[in-house]
């Protein structure tokens, strides 16, 4: 960019996990960084700080992760399976339906496992998700399950806390409420990024930008226009700040789009909990997703999805959106003495959770408010209808169905010893799907499909990988994968 003075050599919009690990690919390099967060420092991380920090890599079993992972003396008693790249692959091409980038998947796939060894060795720090993926066994020892078995010390708070630091001594410059309103163009190529509007705007100049400023989740006008109404009540599980900017931006220099903008990633929520948006201290543990180890019912009493199609770590972000719409948005998990004590205990034992309990299911359904008789109803078919395996075993797909419309494909459980526990939940929306395109250099691409010189994206402005549905922990490892890649080109 002759007669131009650069602010840095590479400037990254967005200090969530994809920006950082851009970030540090390009600071690495020796490269002259420049981090912009929308928000404030007390508000900054992105959706990656609201993230249980479980991260999906391929690899082959304990070994192959012990060299990543911090000290813990459960480690000589656990067992975890390999997930190899071949399943990893399957698994994203099965739930986005077959219509997922095979270039691109292959990539994510293909550098999962070096990426996260390449953040180790910065500083990042990893552990077991002992809590969340693993059951103990009847004899002793830990058992993990579903292809997810890794996360940060400390959840994406700790994950967080890790990049801040690392960036810093790598020299990259952080810059907070920083709210970047657009792309500017020199001899059609990026040459830098507007900062602020009206009379408040100025320019900072860099060879490169990389966007990793997230998807448009908080844009509740986007989410109508694009996913229908009733969007407008879905609960903005993370960060407040993902409003689409950079998307529009992109488009505006000429960037194509790519993607499902037609869903998100939607979980279920605490429904009564009082500040279940955006809260900075419960995070993850707002989500309540052991439900594949009991019934969800509407408030009219009746089931409407299959809770044991799969392991949570696979339908957990498509059944916000079904209890979305739900009369009044909102559904009740149930349990009973015998299922209970399988929930997770980082959520379902959570300060202040908003549970109802009865001793028996008829006083149940009067305190949430449904007919007595339609839940007596729906229990009492549930529990006549469960054939298949004898033993209940949440480590494996274990066949015991319920053979109902809907049907349960696994782990069904009679509901039948009290107390009984009724949980609310409403639609909490995590990130959208929809972005811009990028070929498998994390390259942004026009519409003739030809990169824009200067520009490259990462983190949930990518689209294209995830359609509908998504293997839990992929979306971290999309960011840091890509994010590196476009650091070390930028």
């Not at 966007?211 to 996913?227: D, I, Q, R, S």
């Not at 078919?381 to 209940?392: K, Q, R």
């Not at 010893?417 to 972005?435: K, L, Q, R, W």
């Not at 359609?467 to 890649?485: D, E, K, Q, S, T």
């Amino acid at each position: 960019m002759s007669g131009i003075t650069t602010d840095a050599d590479v400037i990254v919009v967005g200090a969530g996990n994809a920006g950082f690990a851009a970030a540090l690919a390009a600071a690495e390099r020796g490269r002259r960084v420049l981090l912009l967060e929308k928000a404030p420092p007390g508000a900054a991380g992105g959706n990656s700080y609201y993230t249980a920090g479980a991260t999906r890599i391929a690899h082959n079993g304990l070994a192959d992760l012990l060299p990543m992972l911090e000290p813990d003396s459960r480690i000589l008693e656990t067992v975890v399976p390999p997930y190899p790249a071949q399943e990893y692959f399957d698994d994203i091409t099965q739930l986005s339906g077959g219509r997922n980038d095979p270039e691109r998947t292959a990539v994510l796939v293909n550098e999962s496992h070096p990426t996260l060894a390449w953040l180790h060795s910065l500083g990042m720090r990893y552990e077991l998700l002992y809590d969340r993926q693993c059951y103990p066994q009847p004899g002793g020892g830990y058992l993990f399950w579903g292809g997810l078995h890794l996360g940060n010390v400390g959840g994406g708070v700790g994950m967080i806390e890790d990049y801040t630091r690392i960036a810093l001594a790598l020299g990259v410059e952080i810059r907070y409420e920083q709210h970047v309103s657009g792309l500017i163009m020199h001899d059609d190529a990026v040459a830098g990024v507007t900062v602020g509007t009206g009379s408040e705007r100025r320019h900072l100049y860099a060879e490169s930008v990389v966007l990793a400023a997230g998807g448009f989740h908080a844009n509740p006008e986007w989410l109508v226009e694009n996913f229908g109404a009733g969007w407008e009540r879905a609960t903005v599980r993370g960060t407040p700040y993902s409003t689409g900017d950079m998307i529009a931006a992109a488009l505006a220099v000429g960037a194509a789009r790519d993607g499902d903008w037609s869903t998100a990633h939607a979980v279920q929520l605490d429904a009564y909990y009082p500040e279940n948006a955006s809260n900075r201290r419960l995070t993850n543990r707002l989500a309540r997703l052991s439900y594949p180890m009991g019934i969800v019912v509407n408030r009219e009493g009746n089931r409407f999805l299959d809770e044991g199609a799969d392991f949570r770590n696979y339908t957990y972000s498509r059944y916000g959106k079904e209890v979305l719409r739900q009369p009044g948005g909102i559904a009740f998990q149930l349990y009973d003495a015998t299922t209970r004590p399988t929930l997770r205990p980082d959520q379902y034992d959570m300060p202040g959770i908003s549970v109802t309990t009865a001793d028996t299911l008829e006083a149940l359904a009067l305190s949430i408010g449904i007919d007595p008789a339609a839940l007596r109803h729906t229990v009492d078919e549930f529990n006549a209808s469960i054939t298949g395996a004898a033993l209940f075993d949440p480590t494996i797909k274990d066949g015991r169905r319920a053979a109902v419309d809907p049907p349960k494909s696994n782990w069904a459980v009679p509901l039948e010893t009290g107390p009984f526990y009724a949980y609310p939940v409403s639609c909490g929306i995590t990130f959208t799907y929809g972005g811009v395109k990028s070929d498998a250099a994390a390259r942004v691409l026009d519409e003739h499909g030809e990169a824009i010189a200067g520009l490259f994206v990462t983190g949930e402005m990518l689209g294209g990988i995830y359609w509908g549905g998504y293997p839990g922990g992929a979306g971290l490892a999309l960011g840091a994968v890509f994010g590196r890649l476009a650091g070390t080109l930028a």
